[in-house]
T-cell receptor
Framework: AQSVTQLGSHVSVSEGALVLLRCNYS??????LFWYVQYPNQGLQLLLK??????LVKGINGFEAEFKKSETSFHLTKPSAHMRDAAEYFC?????????????FGGGTRVLVKP | DVKVTQSSRYLVKRTGEKVFLECVQD?????MFWYRQDPGLGLRLIYF???????EKGDIPEGYSVSREKKERFSLILESASTNQTSMYLC????????????FGPGTRLTVT
């Protein structure tokens, strides 16, 4: 069974500082990987996805993530945090062999941005 | 843009009531999903549907059922609500021809008292 671990349920960064959110996964087959963001009182919105093409993936709002097979990681970064980045972020993995290509989500990381 | 809507943003029900949560998507997607979201646990899959009248249990189906009579609509049913079903419920849909990402509705925060 696949699983996703997000290190740190809460992260606090200063405005303008680097944002780094960690995600490690386990999967028996090459996975598809996703980062979603959830702003307060909203549903989840796709930030970016890895689908076995380039290992460095660029997403919306200045975020990017790098797939590292040897480390089974897919960490999310943004060079300079903005107040609007305050939200909860979820990493997810899709096992192509699973019926319905279901997504398995990590526990989420809530980002607080300090002025 | 894909739009997924859910019938209620907030819902308060009593223990033992039958509860219906409705989800509608406007992009003719084949797959639809119901999740519940709890702090620290992320999203957990309750049920999903491949297509009309087709459904499959997810990771936590106990206490829930679903209905998909039309392609655009996927309903989650709590047969007899209990306090441990107090949660945020999220619906999602996916196009089989797409790159597997799911599109989410705004969520329904259900409180069972």
């Amino acid at each position: 069974a696949q699983s996703v671990t997000q290190l740190g349920s809460h992260v606090s960064v200063s405005e303008g500082a680097l944002v780094l959110l960690r995600c490690n996964y386990s999967s028996s087959v090459p996975p598809y990987l996703f980062w979603y963001v959830q702003y307060p009182n909203q549903g989840l919105q796709l930030l970016l996805k890895y689908t076995s093409a380039a290992t460095l993936v660029k997403g919306i709002n200045g975020f990017e993530a790098e797939f590292k097979k040897s480390e089974t990681s897919f960490h999310l970064t943004k060079p300079s945090a903005h107040m609007r980045d305050a939200a909860e972020y979820f990493c997810a993995v899709s096992d192509l062999k699973a019926a319905g290509n279901k997504l398995t989500f990590g526990g989420g990381t809530r980002v607080l941005v300090k002025p | 843009d894909v739009k997924v809507t859910q019938s209620s943003r907030y819902l308060v029900k009593r223990t033992g009531e039958k509860v219906f949560l409705e989800c509608v998507q406007d992009m003719d997607h084949e797959n639809m999903f119901w999740y519940r979201q709890d702090p620290g646990l992320g999203l957990r899959l309750i049920y999903f549907s491949y297509d009309v009248k087709m459904k499959e249990k997810g990771d936590i189906p106990e206490g829930y059922s679903v209905s998909r009579e039309k392609k655009e609509r996927f309903s989650l049913i709590l047969e007899s609500a209990s306090t441990n079903q107090t949660s945020m419920y999220l619906c999602a849909s996916r196009d089989l021809a797409g790159a597997l990402e799911q599109y989410f509705g705004p969520g329904t925060r259900l409180t069972v008292t």
